[in-house]
């Protein structure tokens, strides 16, 4: 039998430059997720295909919510639509027992469509039309008010009714941290937030149930939510002791890390996130020390997303073609591209074979199949020598992947779902041709020419 | 392609240009390549080894020599030819 051919490769030997984590020491390949051969999971659904562990986030749900459980008595997570809103993935947090967190009518629909009941809906955002209010109303959803233009057209759908809406505010603030978002909802230290809730206080039809806030994004401070809490606290206690009315929940948001690379960061992810417990001790030893009576604790609700799921998503891809930039260095073509992969423009996505390869290595570029030119996964990454038709598993790439995604040049793939029990189930069919056209009207003039 | 008299090449894949001071790694194929060449032979009958030798499709090698003969050109270990 003729050996295993591995294309021949030569690299320079450069001494005395440091490297911070020293030399490699190879490339594992990943051949199977939750026990399904990553090739069967290619050769029945095609390349590139998502794939997402339910047992990973039921996992990583049922830690997430120990750690805040074990602390505190009244906790509550909502399921961030946003970050994963495939029917599939919502109904998985539903059965967890989230609750459903959109942030706009479209979002709001998918969970009713889900069957979410409507008081069990919060609905976030800076964007609700008249007719969304509405049934956010109707429904006896929690209406989280980002500004005054929706407060006041609130009052106006409900004057003249005997209808009443459940509402919060969301709370933007200093907590130290930057950049501060203060582009979503009233602000703490100028007072806005309080002329906020001194305007729904005084309508009849209006019930104040909450404060809410959402701090950031990729958190690295635990420290940062101590002081959104702290913040959130001494507003429920003046909005008590001046209007008698006493707030049911504070919502601190989410904003956890998942345990993906930021680009730039020095060290990897996984070596500087906080733990659930971490973000769970700050917010939850705030509360505890604030003050209320154990009667009057407030229901904690957190709409973490990213780091729930981030961990329990992988990308499969192949190899295209393995070609040489103009300096010499090695670039790689994947067919996944950033029009799927989007959260490649700021995280340094883990990547490994999925096949076995020799001890050797070279630092390459890879890039999307795209004909454009910022389609790059990775700018820099030390790979086997890879070639046309090897297939390669992109880690954590659960959150925000599947709903940022971009039907741009080519069309988006399938997504499949390891159950808990090692069973496929296909959860998002892949686009052809006909579902991109058949939202298309071409007008009669053009649809003859001549060429 | 000739490879530059002066080039040493250990049998474990460990170049080393004494004229630059530069020292290279090569992986088996690599050194499979650079043997044949130091032989004397030719870009084509190496092609044809290649496949004769490894489980191996025509144009697979063909961009693969290419593409490593363009790593040694750039690297200098190759003489001087005239374009």
Redesign the interface.
């Known amino acids: 039998m003729k050996p295993t051919y591995e294309r021949p490769v030569i690299q320079k030997l450069n001494t005395g430059l440091l490297n911070k984590f020293g030399t490699s020491t190879g490339h594992n390949p990943v051949r199977q997720i939750e026990g399904v051969a990553i090739s069967d999971l290619m050769d029945q659904y095609g390349s590139p295909l998502f794939v997402i562990s339910e047992k990973k986030i039921r996992q990583t749900y049922r830690r997430a919510l120990k750690a805040f459980t074990m602390r505190y008595p009244k906790v509550q997570f909502a399921w961030s639509y946003k970050t994963n809103y495939l029917d599939a993935v919502c109904s998985l947090f539903h059965q967890e027992g989230s609750w459903a967190e959109v942030v706009s009518g479209f979002e709001y629909r998918k969970a009713v469509r889900n069957g979410v009941p409507g008081n069990l809906i919060i609905f976030n955002g800076p964007d609700k039309s008249a007719e969304d209010l509405q049934m956010a109303v109707d429904n006896r959803s929690l209406i989280h008010i980002d500004h005054f233009d929706e407060l006041f057209s609130l009052i106006e759908i409900l004057q003249g009714t005997e209808k009443r809406a459940r509402v919060a505010i969301r709370i933007n603030m200093d907590t130290g941290i930057y950049p501060q978002w203060d582009r979503f909802g009233f602000n703490y230290e100028s007072g806005e937030a309080w002329n906020a809730i001194m305007k729904i206080v005084s309508q009849q039809n209006l019930e104040l149930e909450g404060l809410h806030c959402h701090i950031g994004t990729y958190m690295l401070t635990p420290g940062a939510y101590a002081v959104a809490t702290q913040k959130l606290c001494e507003l429920a206690r003046a909005t008590a002791d001046r209007t008698g009315v006493k707030v049911k929940y504070l919502d601190l948001g989410g904003g956890f890390c998942s345990s993906n690379t930021l680009k730039g960061s020095y060290l990897q992810g996984a070596d500087v996130i906080p733990s659930f417990d971490d973000y769970a001790e700050a917010i939850v030893n705030t509360i505890m020390h604030f003050g209320f009576r154990p009667e009057e604790l407030p229901l904690l609700i957190l709409e973490t997303g990213r780091a729930l799921i981030d961990e329990a998503g992988y990308l499969l891809g192949t190899v295209l073609a393995a070609k040489r930039l103009s300096d010499g260095r090695r670039a790689t073509i994947l067919d996944t591209g950033v029009n799927i992969l989007f959260t490649s423009f700021w995280y340094n996505h883990r990547i490994s074979p999925a096949q076995e390869f020799t001890q050797h290595a070279e630092e390459m570029a890879l890039y999307g199949p795209l004909c454009m030119n910022i389609d790059c996964i990775r700018e820099s990454v030390v790979l086997p020598l890879l070639k046309k038709g090897d297939r390669v598993v992109i880690h954590e790439v659960g959150a925000y992947n599947m709903t940022q995604w971009m039907q741009f040049i080519t069309l988006r793939p399938n997504v499949v779902m390891i159950d808990t029990t090692g069973k496929v189930h296909l959860i998002r069919k892949q686009e052809t041709i006909e579902s991109i056209v058949v939202q298309e009207c071409l007008p009669d003039h053009l649809k003859s020419f001549n060429l | 392609m000739n490879i530059r008299r002066n080039i040493a090449i250990s049998e474990n894949g460990f170049?080393f240009n004494p004229l630059t001071g530069?020292?290279?790694?090569?992986?088996?194929?690599?050194l499979?390549?650079l043997q044949k060449l130091k032989e004397g032979e030719t870009r084509e009958t190496i092609m044809s080894t290649?496949q004769e030798?490894?489980?191996?499709d025509a144009n697979?090698a063909e961009i693969?020599?290419n593409?490593?003969l363009?790593?040694?050109k750039?690297?200098q270990l190759t003489e001087y030819e005239d374009a």
């Open positions: 170049i530069d020292s290279f790694s090569v992986n088996e194929t690599g499979f390549i290649l030798e490894f489980e191996l697979s693969d020599l593409d490593f363009s790593m040694l750039s690297y």
